[in-house]
C-alpha cells in the first residue's frame, strides 16, 4: 500500500522559512514525477513546484526564486525549502507522485497523494 506522509508546516512570521518533507512508503521516488500543491481555505488546489525523473523543475511564477523542490531518492523523500515566505503561501500542502503528465497543472493525473500538512504566514 502506497503511502505518502507530509511533514515540516507550521506557523512562521512572513519573510521565515520552513522545510516540507514528504516520506513515501511501499513506493519508490526514483522513476516518477512528483510534486507539491496547495490549497488555501475558499481556493482551488495549485501547483506549486514539480520534478521530473530527470531532475528537472517546474515552479509557479508565485514562488519562483523562493522555493525549491528536491528529493532524495535513497530516502524516498520528497522537500520543499520555502523561504521568504508571504500571507498569501498560507495554506494547505500536499505531496503528490506519479503522473503520466508532469506539470503543475495536471493535479488531476497524479496518481498518490498525502495527507497534507498546514502552512500559515503571519504579519
Known amino acids: 500500500q502506497v503511502q505518502l506522509v507530509e511533514s515540516g508546516g507550521g506557523s512562521v512570521e512572513a519573510g521565515g522559512s520552513l522545510r516540507l518533507s514528504c516520506v513515501a512508503s511501499?513506493?519508490?521516488?526514483?522513476?516518477?514525477?512528483m510534486g507539491w500543491f496547495r490549497q488555501a481555505p475558499g481556493q482551488k488546489r495549485e501547483g506549486v513546484a514539480i520534478?521530473?525523473?530527470?531532475?528537472?523543475?517546474t515552479y509557479a511564477d508565485s514562488v519562483k526564486g523562493r522555493f525549491t523542490i528536491s528529493k532524495d531518492s535513497a530516502q524516498n523523500t520528497l522537500y520543499l525549502q520555502m523561504n521568504s515566505l508571504k500571507l498569501e503561501d498560507t495554506a494547505m500542502y500536499y505531496c503528490?507522485?506519479?503522473?503520466?503528465?508532469?506539470?503543475?497543472?495536471?493535479?488531476?493525473?497524479?496518481?498518490?497523494w498525502g495527507q497534507g500538512t498546514q502552512v500559515t504566514v503571519s504579519s
Open positions: 503528490a507522485a506519479d503522473s503520466s503528465l508532469c506539470g503543475i497543472g495536471y493535479d488531476w493525473a497524479y496518481k498518490y
Open positions: 520534478i521530473r525523473t530527470n531532475g528537472i523543475t
Open positions: 511501499g513506493y519508490t521516488y526514483s522513476s516518477v514525477c
